[in-house]
DNA sequence: TATGAATGAGATTTCATTCAT
DNA sequence: AATGAATGAAATCTCATTCAT
């Protein structure tokens, strides 16, 4: 019998959902085991159901996770107190940030599982929820203009998050803003 | 004993490939067990075998099935005798079928496939490529003029995706369009 | 549902082990399914796999099962307190054990199986190696003396081995030991 | 469709067995499927079944044919005109040629066959036919005495067998020899 | 005599989940 | 709060054999 090790209960559910997400993105959730997620962390079985209910529930756990952090840097820099572009770039910024994560690891595993791509996809509303929100401010303040506004942002973060995935040359951060000038219809050179 | 139908292998292999395709959209690949794909024919699982390696095998041929067809659809747009813009929203009306069929049903879909994502995927390549191609003529026709052609047009159909996707009202083919023109900086209307 | 029984993990395997081994040397191991290895213990299909890898692994931990009890047997018959030719004639006495067991067995199997033959190849290799010491060791104390002490000890192993399969008669153990002295050079009647 | 190579039957069938043949001893019978014996031969499946019952019944008659191109050839041996010590001699050559054949293959075979291993012993037992029949002969001619003949041949035959299969130097012809000299109690150099 | 698509029983294997300890 | 042996349903895959052509 292995020496027990006995912890608080919060820190070790936190401890599973962070190695079963690190796992998750490496190896994709269908060739993710559960017994690989407990002998990660060196603990038996049985307490992995102590903690959830079936896989299914860490998975969503796991994603829950992911967002809440992100959610927390974006309000971060909404509510700072930096000039109206720099918003704009360091919400592109971030945004760069997670998709590497993100991908990274997606693209060694070949399996068939959309884990990656609904978190993916749950990162790509929440900043879009925010980039809208900043936006329709921004027209408001009379800072931009734009006819279709929800949607060219819609376009935006999805059309950048593609382009990061495809392009064979990585793309330059200074190509990657002047294209969200070109999309917001603002002055070149404003966000770099 | 059942009775035996014989049919030629190649109809046979199309008629697998067709059931299991309809039924990786439907319920995605995890949930479809190869039983229900030779069960939907009414043939025996053995025959599955003698058509293809495995499950994975029967995977790579679907998804090269789709792609292939819709090949077919864009080359012909591409050399068909029509006017360039006519070309474009062409283009985009074919991309907006592929994405209703693709996605329809990775709606009902709550496993953890990512058939869907990869087919869509390969789709979006495919009329990104010959967007791309479209685009550059019509630059170097002096048809239109961009700074950053294939980002741009990577951007647009992406986003487009998204938007698809995304919006809880549907989007009109009218406000698809005007999108379009406004990301390649075509006149207003000219898709029209 | 069955009432769960947990043992040791090493009874387990062992149990496995033993009940697997007799089945392939009463069926063959070709015949020997797994799902009669776990109903003949009683638990389920899984369990098996809880502790071998696949069908090879068991096959394997089998024979090297069978051989290290005969090594232990050999050993002690050469560390004991016994005059030099009565090892001989124990070494011979084990011998034909063994192989009554291993073939009493093999004889009822008319699958293809060379479970048995690898066997009874190993353990005429061991008994090979204990008594090729032996008799090197009696030769350099000048109890007898052999031009080709390694073959001839081969030969007699092997040649003993054929001779128990296939004489319709049984041979006694006299004319066993008779054939032992004459391969030997030994003098008539000294094993006796 | 292929196009049809009409054959006589006799024709057709040797090809299959001496086809098949080949292939048991090269990848063992268990990993020799129907499939890649129709395939070697360019035929289709069904015409295996038209001229065999099953597996099994290709498995004897490839046995059989190996073993009755043995007869003949030791059948030559005995009507030949040679004398006595040379025919012994000529036997054990014979023996040590078919040993090569039947075991440089099946080393490589790790599967669990005994196709091999029936063969080897069949074309034993009928090479100690031969040879009992020969040293019986020999004692009521007076060319030599025995206490156990035919018990001293068995061992003989058998222990020369798995002298070639295991000793890791190969066994000169002249070793041999003298220890089939040894074993008959025949003078030193006789059979050189 | 010959073809090869089709059969189907059954084997091995996987792994999320349970529960006696 | 923790262990890990045990479960069992279900999945993938194999291949000797059959039979419509």
Redesign the pocket.
Known sequence: ??T????Q?DE?KSEIIKTAGRLFLQKGVH?????EIVETI?????????YFK???DVISAVIEHFISELDVVLSNILSSDINYYKKISKFIDTYVQIRRMFNKNSCNNNDNDNFSYILLKKSNNLILSYLKLLISTGISKGLLRLRYPDETVTMLVYGLNELMDSSQKKIGRAVMLALVEQSLSLPCGILA
């Not at 027990?4 to 912890?7: E, G, N």
């Not at 060739?31 to 017994?35: A, E, G, H, L, W």
């Open positions: 019998m292995k027990r090790i006995v912890k209960p070790r060739n993710t085991k559960i017994s060196g603990v038996a079985k049985g307490l992995f159901y102590y079936s896989k299914d």
